[in-house]
């Protein structure tokens, strides 16, 4: 197997430019082409210790390829490396626009008793996570401010934890209820 740095970026190690903007296509053939040099199988007339290298290289490989494939960990990531803490833990301050959005997204969740109420609100919510990428993309790539960026990152939490919620709800509108 090619020496590998455990010190390499995810992006150093998928030889892909450090950037929000990726091509899904490049960094699912350059996975396939990163698994199959590290593949353990590879390594079994090398031995025991030569498979657990190969092993542990095919683990960092699938998190790197997981995390560069999901835009809002790739946004988080960026920020990260660039300096920019996320601190979603410790950091929920948000622009009291966006609280209010949230708010109103919550109360129109409450209130939607139907499908199309549901799919309704899905779809704003995704037009509006499709508009913070973009946002993510603008700050991360072309003004380079990763700070502006990690609060982006923050929203997007915020909108993707709202979506699941909404996704679980079409889901048990979905589900007969028992006795049926």
């Known amino acids: 197997m090619p020496p590998m740095n455990l010190q390499s970026t995810d992006f150093e ?16 053939a350059r996975w396939k082409d990163l698994q199959r040099e590290a593949h353990p199988d590879r ?19 699938n998190e790197a390829h997981q995390r560069l494939r999901d835009p809002l960990k790739r946004a988080a990531y960026l920020c990260e490396l ?4 996320i601190g979603a833990d410790n950091n929920t301050a948000m622009p009291g626009t966006f609280l209010m959005q949230q708010m109103a997204w919550r109360e129109a969740l409450d209130e939607a008793m139907d499908e199309a109420a549901l799919d309704a609100l899905s779809q704003q919510v995704a037009l ?15 003004e380079h401010d990763p700070v502006a960026a990690a ?18 709800h079409i889901d048990r509108l979905d589900s007969p209820t028992p006795g049926q």
């Open 82 to 85: 660039r300096g920019a803490s």
């Open 43 to 61: 390594f079994v007339a090398s031995g025991v210790a030569a498979q657990r290298v190969a092993m542990q290289w095919s683990v960092r490989i």
């Open 128 to 142: 509006v996570r499709q508009q913070a990428l973009a946002d993510c993309a603008r700050l991360l790539d072309v």
């Open 151 to 168: 609060q982006q990152v923050r929203a997007l939490m915020f909108i993707e934890r709202f979506a699941s919620d909404v996704e679980a």
């Open 13 to 28: 190690l998928f030889g892909v430019p450090a950037q929000f903007a990726q091509d899904p296509q490049v960094l699912d």
